[in-house]
């Protein structure tokens, strides 16, 4: 399945839901569930552009974009951060309102039993798009599931509150267990921001990926590593669903270039082979010189055997 075809499925949720999640709100006049009901909104305008950006980041390169768009969908998370804080902002001010004006809640039974109906498809389109965004590496799915989760997390917190208003008789609960709802939603959108902000600013591979990346290069330079060949200022970077890897791979004057692009290539291969998808540049490089892009500081140290 495509990943466009997720985010389809992404936004026939959002549609039930604030269906769902609204008439709940309408039959028991719950602020809580309102909070429900707005979060959802948000899904639904996080998805649709979500599915814009990933359009556009699968464009490919062209004469003022050498290196594709794919980091547009950095664009959708990010959005998606911003349009939580407002829909977060939405819930207090009317979470404050239903404080200092309580009001008792009405066919809790009815609309308790849409708002669970609404976390059971919210929960299943959530773990489909979290499987996806890991076989595709997306991080607009990987944002739009967690989101999801978010949802399915504070429905199940409001729906508790619910039961417990007419047991205490508590009024004041329903407002309260809003702003922890939207408090909730604050620190998702915060996490979203953050993460779309270090994927615009070209973030190394993750831990266990540089590790991977890194073995592989050992293993190859150590069966030339006593002709002086040598591997180092290693860079790796993440945009959207590509991952790069760039390297310096410095090999003995005396060979023929043939044979220079020949260990390139069977690196190149490995690293592919290691971690599928990724897009490996090598320069090659004489034993005792520095490319001139090298910049000192800037990469890791040489990677060679022991």
């Known amino acids: 399945m495509k990943i466009q075809r997720y985010l389809h499925l992404s936004v026939a949720a959002a549609v ?16 809580g569930l309102l909070s429900d009901a707005l979060e959802s909104v948000v899904n639904l305008a996080a998805a649709l552009f979500a599915l814009w950006m990933v359009s556009v980041s699968q464009r490919p390169a062209d004469s003022e974009h050498h290196y594709g768009h794919a980091k547009a969908e950095y664009f959708s998370s990010a959005l998606e951060g911003l349009l939580i804080f407002l829909a977060a902002l939405a819930i207090m001010v009317a979470a404050v309102d239903r404080l200092l004006r309580p009001q008792p809640l009405e066919t809790l039974g009815l609309g308790m039993a849409l708002s669970v109906l609404s976390s059971f498809i919210n929960a299943g389109v959530a773990w489909m798009l979290m499987r996806a965004s890991r076989e595709h590496h997306s991080i607009a799915l990987e944002a739009d599931a967690r989101h999801l989760m978010t949802d399915v997390y504070t429905s199940a917190g409001v729906v508790a509150g619910l039961l417990l208003v007419p047991v205490t008789g508590w009024q004041w609960l329903d407002p309260v267990l809003a702003i922890a709802v939207a408090l909730n939603i604050v620190r998702e959108g915060a996490s979203l921001l953050y993460r779309s902000a270090h994927g615009l600013m070209d973030r190394a591979l993750d831990p266990e990926e540089q590790r991977q990346i890194e073995a592989v290069i050992a293993a190859h330079v150590q069966g030339w590593a006593a002709d002086g060949v040598r591997a180092d200022d290693l860079r790796t970077r993440r945009a959207g669903r590509h991952r790069f890897c760039e390297l310096h791979l410095h090999v003995p004057e005396q060979w023929s270039v043939g044979r220079a692009m020949q260990l390139r290539q069977t690196l190149a ?3 592919i082979e290691r971690v599928p998808g990724l897009r490996v540049t090598i320069e090659l490089a004489p034993v005792a010189a520095e490319p001139l892009a090298a910049q000192p500081g800037t990469g890791h140290d040489p990677i060679e055997e022991g």
């Open 16 to 31: 039930a839901t604030i269906a769902l999640k609204t008439g709940a709100w309408w039959v028991t006049d719950s602020v």
């Open 269 to 271: 291969a490995a690293l």
